[in-house]
């Protein structure tokens, strides 16, 4: 992207100059002349630059950086044309800011659209190097590797083991408070960041991989899905999965269910999923709501600008002003909005709680260290998500301490408590769920598309009976846990450091697959001809990759991965879990007729994240409740066209 708009900036400039060379008489011509020359001559080095630095990192292989071994001094060389680029930057806008310069309009207005570009593209080099310049460098490699090996038990091995870990912890920390820049930061923020970031330094700790690397591995890895999933199943897989007529009832009850809290799960996402879904009505129907003033009945906390969020909330849901008990739109770190309502159509007090729609939300889902949750006459003790867990944490003093659920059950004491919603606030209505369980034993909980690392076993296994969680299709989210994304990297490291083929064209091959379609590329790899006991072990070119011997590399080991505990304890979703799938669709000119099939399973099909394009939009609200919309609608003209048959009998 830098080649192109250099070339095109140089060809631009040159024209420019061609065309007005003989007409530098004016007032400071002198000075643009020059300016214009050596812009072209510096452009020109540029040029060259960064095509030699894009034609030695298109050889060789991924694992093999032989051929490239040019690279780092061409890198320099490219660093060094830095320096001339920003002074000639400056003399550019000092150019164009003097007022003694009376030359034609076309011409200052092209040198001040070059400068402008010059120093926007200047900024954002500097900002991408901050963010993905890592300060160590090699030193991470030779400590983590040769210091541990040598001699850990000495203080001066030690030292620089530490040294390296707390370095590494800063540099994530600074790439996270820079992308974090625009949110008020105190000091759950910065317990925060820390958090995050030793959980990012352990992670990406031992492999030596690039996002470019890491793009190429999930293309291969997709590919190489789809052609498993052409391979035909075993008849045991699909028979395992064929419901009696009780469960079909069961699931017939809860998918309908499902359906009509979905609703109240997508309107506490307020005026974006609204106006997302209605781009072309939402903002007129709003507007005639904006100047009502607000519900006396209802408490409402937080900032809601012309009544936006409200409004919304009402045209999803359906309910009346006087239907709401409390709504709140505050929003921090392990803070969510949330609102309490009442359901007369289900009888149901509905809480409903949001999900992940801003930096202090993302925060708090990547908050993923594991902590205890004990709860009295519940189990012994539990994993559970730490960040996810203070959510439900604030929600559940809001509500027990504030007496809002009092004040609820005071106007409708006959109704049932049910907890709903999606994404993060689908895990946080889980953790909540188990919270009250205690104090409401026939609360339920519907959790729609929720994190995978949740819940420890003994805590997903005991949520079985009052929380139903609802997936669609390949939902990346449901599928996070850290024992899942450690997969994920060694199945990465694996298929990228053994293709044989450059990664350009793993990357363009790639793209035209995602956007055009067609079979799945074979690209030949170091594992052809191999035997199977060969491939438990892990090869040459995979640990060129690694820095260190990972955790989750021990499962490329025989008996290794035995004696040693996980880095990361296994936390799961939460209750049961209703599993949505695309059976078939037809595309039409202007839509799509999408056929879903749904059906219990367990947790272990969401034990590996499956790459596919769909992998973010199964997990979107719209498309959780269009599926749901669509298995409600068809169990309903099946039933209406079994009561016709069955009259027509009687006749």
């Known amino acids: 992207m830098r080649a192109s708009s250099s070339g095109s900036g140089w060809i631009g400039i040159l024209a420019l100059y061609t065309v007005h060379k003989g007409r530098f008489n004016c007032p400071g011509g002198g000075l643009l002349h020059s300016y214009l020359l050596v812009l072209l001559i510096l452009l020109a080095s540029i040029i060259c630059a960064l095509s030699a630095l894009v034609y030695v990192s298109m050889q060789g292989t991924i694992s093999n950086p032989g051929p490239r071994k040019s690279l780092p001094k061409l890198l320099y060389t ?25 030359c034609e309009k076309t011409v200052i207005n092209v040198v001040i659209g070059t400068v402008i570009a010059s120093w926007v593209i200047i900024i954002f080099t500097i900002i991408g190097v901050l963010i993905v310049f890592d300060p160590l460098g090699g030193k991470k ?63 990406f700790s031992d492999t030596d991989l690039v996002p470019s690397d890491i793009a190429a591995g999930l293309i291969l890895l997709h590919q190489e899905q789809d052609k498993m999933e052409s391979c035909p199943k075993e008849p045991e897989e699909v028979l395992c999965h064929s419901p009696s007529s009780l469960v079909t009832d069961d699931l017939d009850i809860e998918l309908e269910n499902a359906a009509h809290y979905m609703l109240f799960a997508a309107a ?45 909330i009402l045209k999803i849901t359906g309910l009346q002003y006087r239907d709401f008990i409390h709504i709140s739109f505050h929003n921090k770190i392990y803070e969510i909005p949330f609102f309490v309502a009442l359901d007369h159509k289900k009888e149901a007090i509905v809480v409903a709680v949001r999900g992940t729609l801003s930096f202090e939300d993302i925060l708090t889902d990547l908050s993923a260290d594991c902590e205890d949750l004990t709860l009295e006459d519940v189990l012994e003790n539990g994993f559970v998500h730490k960040g996810i867990t203070q959510a439900a944490n604030y929600i559940y003093r809001k509500l027990i301490n504030d007496g809002i659920l009092n004040q609820a059950f005071t106007i409708a004491p006959e109704y049932k408590l049910v907890i709903v919603g999606h994404s993060l606030g689908g895990g946080t209505a889980s953790i909540l769920a188990i919270m009250l369980r205690n104090s409401f034993p026939t609360l339920r909980c519907y959790a729609f598309s929720p994190p995978g690392g949740l819940l420890s076993k003994s805590l997903a296994d005991y949520t079985k009976h009052f929380i139903v969680s609802v997936i669609v299709g390949k939902d990346l989210v449901a599928r996070l846990s850290m024992p899942n994304m450690e997969d994920l990297k060694r199945r990465i490291v694996r298929i990228v450091a053994n293709c044989n083929r450059p990664k350009y064209q793993i990357l363009l091959r790639g793209c035209w697959y995602e956007v055009f379609g067609g079979d799945p590329d074979n690209f030949p790899t170091e594992l052809d001809g ?35 505990p996980p880095q990361y304890p296994r936390l799961y979703l939460p209750g049961k879990i209703i599993h949505i799938v695309e059976e078939s669709s037809s595309r039409r000119l202007c839509s799509s007729d999408i056929k879903y099939t749904a059906r219990w399973t367990n947790e272990t099909v969401f034990s590996s994240i499956l790459i596919s394009p769909k992998m973010i939009t199964d997990h979107m609200p719209d498309v959780v409740l269009k599926a749901l919309n669509s298995l409600t609608q068809e169990h309903g003209s099946c039933i209406s066209c079994q009561t016709r048959e069955c009259n027509t009998n009687v006749v």
């Open 78 to 102: 490219r660093l060094l044309l830095y320096l001339p680029e920003f002074i000639w930057a400056v003399v550019g806008a000092v150019w164009v800011s003097d007022s003694s310069v009376h």
């Open 141 to 203: 490699t030779f400590y983590l590797t040769d210091s541990v090996n040598r001699n850990l038990e000495s203080s001066q091995s030690g030292q620089l083991l530490y040294n390296v870990k707390n370095t590494a912890t800063r540099v994530w920390e600074k790439r996270i408070r820079l992308l974090c820049c625009c949110i008020v930061q105190d000091d759950d923020h910065r317990v925060a960041f820390t958090s995050i970031a030793e959980l990012f330094r352990t992670y």
């Open 268 to 312: 506490a996402y307020g005026w974006p999923y609204y106006i997302y879904t209605n781009p072309f009505t939402a903002l007129c129907k709003l507007n005639g709501d904006c100047c009502g003033n607000r519900p006396t009945d209802s408490d409402i906390t937080g900032s809601d600008r012309h009544n936006f969020h409200f409004g919304s």
């Open 530 to 564: 191999r035997n199977q006991d060969a491939l438990t072990q892990p090869l040459l070119a995979e640990e060129s990759l690694m820095v260190h011997r990972s955790p989750s590399y021990n499962a490329l080991e025989d008996e290794s991965h035995l004696n040693s």
